[in-house]
């Protein structure tokens, strides 16, 4: 869309304003316009659009405001609103008596308000920052004149009320427009004095625990009763917490574990080695035949000094490792400086002799010490919890434990930020014998767990675990009338 917005600027240029959100836009006229003459420009736009895109798939259509707008005519793509307010997303303006434009927040029909429910497990912190951010985003969007400023929040905003209400976080009063803006305000500057405040003020040592309403005393204060006690004065504690998965997100994570089953990234999957001679070592492949796995952690050693250098690519092996190649050639040709690959390989050769790529090849020995699944790991792409990233930190990690003087690698690698691309990836499903595609009964036999008064939890019988046909819950679950005798029994998914 951002495309077409800026090849058809001739057309946009009399507008007063324009602005795209995804596929919806606003735009403002200078002077007044009727149906038909915004129909005649749509077209003019549309006809664009479809030059651009070479087909004639996006279609627009408009509704002008103002009922006065309405040439009569019937428009194919254009419509005339003659409601007293125009929404646009979740805004809607209208015109105050004095003729200023104004906005508020807009829910659109059948649009369902929910928030946090007070009986769920969060803590305290948590609902109380529930309404006041309700209330400062909506005060925030809402234009403060001098009837709306003394009109409380629930009366500008009944159904947000009713929603805090029925989520049980509402304030006994609701506070007024105005009453909020100013707070806000104060707000702003009083921040910037707290945050110095807390800068100097460090806490070092962090606890991140999940949250649970299952402890008698709140946990920070069990750590601050045990810090006093043993005299650990040093100790200044930072809470964090995280959640633990409810059932729907267990659900759902064994509902994906199933369709995903025997799944492989077609285009990063392993291929065999394509290596020509120029580039194998005496007949061989110089990446050991794995020179187009893809998605590793690799080491490479080098074999004048035994240092190693531990990286990570997304790419093929052999793509990334030419990229190194190169690195050094041109370190020592146009002392172009890249990381501590080329610097290290590049102190083992002559200087201002080009070395060749079946030089640089022989000094060193590659080998892939871990490989990812493409698939989960392009999802933690891009994120602080890179999986890529994460493991090969902890190679880095582990070498300079073991042996410090072996490692190549300077730490930017452990400090850096996550550089890998999501890329889209089309899906393979590896040849199975089960043609069964239903999610229940998969290849693999449903997890059963059966409860017995003696053992407690047990996992289900061997020969249901062996057996061939899967197991169905059916084949645990007494026949009826068998009820009354039988042990309870528990079904885990
Ligand atoms: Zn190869
Ligand atoms: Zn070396
Ligand atoms: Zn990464």
Redesign the pocket.
Known sequence: MAYAMDNSRDILDDLIYDGIYRDDGIAVFKGSKTTGEVANWLSAFQDRVNNLAGSEFLEFTAEVWGNNKNDGRKHRAVDATNKDYFPFLDMEMYWSTEGNLQFKVHLKENQILKYLNRGSTHTEACFAAIPTGVMKRLASLTTRTNTSELMRMDELYPMHAKALQAANLAPNIFPTLGEILDNQQTDLTTNDEKGKKNNQDTRTVRFCLGMSKGWNNPIHATLKELRNKHGLTWLRISMSYHKFSNLREIFQGDLNRKLMDGIVSRDFMDRPCNCNRASKIDGKCAYNGECRKMCVVYKAT??????SYIGQTQQKLKDRMGQHLNDVKKLITKGIKSDSFAS??A??CKKETKPTSDELRR??KVKIIWQGNAISCMKSFGKLNCSLCMRERIEILRTIRQEEWKI?NNCNEIYGACRHKTRFHRFLKEHTNVKNTSTDEGNKPEKVYKYDDRDGLSDSDDSQESSPRPARVSDVIPPPGALDVCTPILVCV
């Open positions: 080098c074999r004048v000094c035994d240092e290290h390989f102190n083992h000094m060193m190549i």
